[in-house]
């Protein structure tokens, strides 16, 4: 079995940071790209963030220059360094990633979602 667990959500104020990290624990043979995805209230889930398993990385518009999506292959963790926080990023937030199990075929495993609230 394998699952994802995310952390480091919460409150900020505009104009802070906050980081957010994804690790996946279980039977893994490999993991190919990992990402985050947010869903505002009323809106469909979106792409924020992704990155393949050799560093390549795409953001959606609106966050370019300032979050930024790393991963460590080590520790089959995903973070997203987010800086100057704006309102409008308020959303819980997935992490997704792409892996092929000891003995199952590679797909998609969703994290639980972590709240992030962008409010003075």
């Known amino acids: 079995q394998v699952q994802l667990v995310e952390s480091g959500g919460g409150l900020v104020q505009p104009g802070g940071s906050l980081r957010l990290s994804c690790t996946a624990s279980?039977?893994?043979?490999?993991?190919?790209?990992m990402g985050w995805y947010r869903q505002a209230p009323g809106k469909e889930r979106e792409l924020v963030a992704v990155?393949?398993?050799?560093?390549?990385?795409n953001y959606l518009d609106s966050v370019k220059g300032r979050f930024t999506i790393s991963r460590d292959n080590a520790k089959n963790t995903v973070y997203l360094q987010m800086n100057s926080l704006k309102p409008e990023d308020t959303a819980v937030y997935y992490c997704?990633?792409?892996?092929?199990?000891?003995?199952?075929?590679?797909?998609?495993?969703w994290g639980q979602g972590t709240q992030v609230t962008v409010s003075s």
């Open positions: 997704n990633a792409t892996i092929k199990g000891r003995f199952s075929d590679e797909r998609p495993y």
């Open positions: 279980g039977s893994i043979f490999s993991i190919n790209a």
């Open positions: 990155i393949t398993s050799g560093g390549s990385t």
